[in-house]
């Protein structure tokens, strides 16, 4: 059975798109960089806690596996983190203004065979946002409990004059990286099996490796 250690109804929703069943776990896990600790490092190590308290919280089972996640909010060497009130979330808004910021979010697999991760590191340019824009956006909710103080699945979407890398990665966890874990843990993944190989009508059929080339 696949688990999902996570409080997050927008990771629950990108994880049922890749048609596996799951059950959520809430775990709960400080997330605050330590010191001198480099961004990535930090995702990188939030989703591997997150992972591990959810395989105690099953108490460590052999068939099972744990998913844990963490996605970030980067600019320079600064992570955002959650918006602690509206002001905060203003403030966020207002440095990613017409500027490139980057979005890190690390998925980790936890089975009884050992742990395994991936990283998604994408680049989200913000059109130059007015404080109209801002306070509008702020006083609606959403930028509450969203890394950076924004959601791109949201009215944040608006913000966004360039995206290089993945959308879902930036909402909170990354589909082709989870769907690469999940099957290389031996999950069938719904439409990530390797293809079968082409036969033209009429064409016979070989086992031999040159028949499937290319």
Known sequence: ??????????????????????????????????????????????????????????????LDAVLGADTEVVLGDEVFGKPRDADAAAA???????????????????????????????????????????????????PMGKAGGYAIQGGAEAFVAH????????????LFETAALLRAGGFAVAGFAAPAPRVQAGAAVSASPAATAG
């Open 1 to 62: 059975m696949l688990h999902l250690a996570s409080k997050s109804p927008r990771r629950r929703e990108l994880l049922a798109r890749l048609g596996l069943p799951f059950a959520p776990l809430d775990v709960d896990i400080p997330e605050a960089p330590l010191p001198d600790e480099a961004p990535r490092a930090y995702v990188c190590r939030v989703a591997r806690e997150k992972a591990a308290a959810g395989w105690r919280l099953l108490g460590s089972p052999t």
């Open 92 to 142: 966020m808004l207002r440095r990613l203004s017409g500027r490139t910021h980057t979005v890190i979010s690390a998925v980790t697999l936890r089975t009884a065979a050992g742990e395994h991760q991936a990283v998604s590191v994408s680049k989200v340019t913000f059109t130059g946002l007015a404080d109209a824009d801002i306070a509008a956006y702020v006083a609606g909710g959403e």
């Open 163 to 174: 995206l290089a890398g993945s959308y879902s990665g930036v909402v909170g966890l990354p």
